[in-house]
């Protein structure tokens, strides 16, 4: 997976979410190299390596074991994983499965639904049809072409109306790369986050949202907090999804703090 680094000391390895890519992470990157070895990946099918063989399924599950791939050959971990969004979902089911990489996880506004009582027979979660509805008009527009209105209609629906027009153009160049991802990975739908398999996860996570992100995933990090052993919760002020991008400082010492507290625990 193409990456970029900067810093020395812990790794610190950031996943991002839909449209996105290493560059999603730049402020990230910036503001806390000073302190940690940071580490943003593309995961597969994402810019710069678009040309992905088709014998490589876009999948949630198959990204989730490449981050344990990829610390293995980085050769400096275990890290302390920070996902967004799709990409938190991703660092969720990696923690789960390979605790060996991991010292600590941080998921902000991580995506997927909710499945909140684990019961014999019970049906799987899945969004609401409005929402299915919203994305399969927003993969039709780009498969059309309309390549704009269909990211528009998309990142609107997942931040707030009116975040594409005001995104910068470094944003929309990004969702633009890798706007070929879409409908790939709305026939990969991300799984329901149940209470069993959050407490398989047995790091120190911090859970970060903002105070205007959308409901779906401010109702991920509440039951999230609720079912894991040991979980923190932050919230931006002011922001919404890309609360990372909005206020960067916010989000990057919230971060800082949580690594240096579990630190700080360790040798106690």
Same mark, same amino acid.
């Given at each position: ?85 799709? %990409? ?6 990696? &923690?789960? #499965? ?7 996880? *941080? @998921? /902000? ?52 109306? %009116? ?6 153009? &470094?944003? #929309? ?7 070929? *991802? @879409? /409908? ?85």
């Amino acid at each position: 997976m193409p990456y970029v680094e900067r810093g020395e000391g812990e790794l610190l390895l950031f996943v991002h979410g839909s449209l996105c890519d290493y560059r999603y992470w730049q402020p990230q990157v910036d503001g806390l190299s000073d302190r940690y070895r940071c580490v943003a990946i593309s995961l597969t099918h994402y810019w710069p390596d678009v040309d992905t063989p088709a014998r490589f399924p876009f999948s949630w599950s198959r990204h989730a074991d490449e981050l344990a791939e990829f610390i293995d050959r980085f050769g400096a971990g275990p890290a302390h994983v920070i996902g967004h969004s799709r %990409g938190g979902c991703v660092a969720f089911h990696f &923690a789960r #499965r390979h605790r060996q990489h991991l010292r600590t996880l *941080t @998921l /902000a506004d991580p995506g997927g639904p909710l499945r909140i009582a684990d019961r014999p027979g019970q049906p799987m979660a899945s969004l609401p049809e409005t929402v299915n509805a919203l994305r399969a008009r927003a993969a039709q527009l780009i498969e059309e072409g309309k390549v704009e209105a269909g990211l528009q209609l998309f990142v609107d629906s997942v931040s707030r109306p %009116g975040f594409w027009s005001k995104s910068t153009t &470094a944003f #929309r160049t990004m969702a633009l790369d890798n706007a070929h *991802t @879409l /409908a790939r990975q709305f026939r990969d739908p991300l799984p329901a986050y149940v209470p069993d398999e959050a407490s398989q996860v047995r790091c120190p996570v911090l859970l970060i949202d903002g105070e205007k992100s959308p409901q779906m995933f401010r109702r991920a990090i509440a039951a999230l907090h609720s079912w894991l052993p040991d979980a923190r919760h932050r919230t931006v002020n002011g922001a919404s999804h890309g609360m990372n991008l909005a206020h960067p400082a916010a989000f990057n010492r919230y971060v800082d703090e949580f690594v240096r507290s579990v630190a700080t625990d360790a040798r106690a």
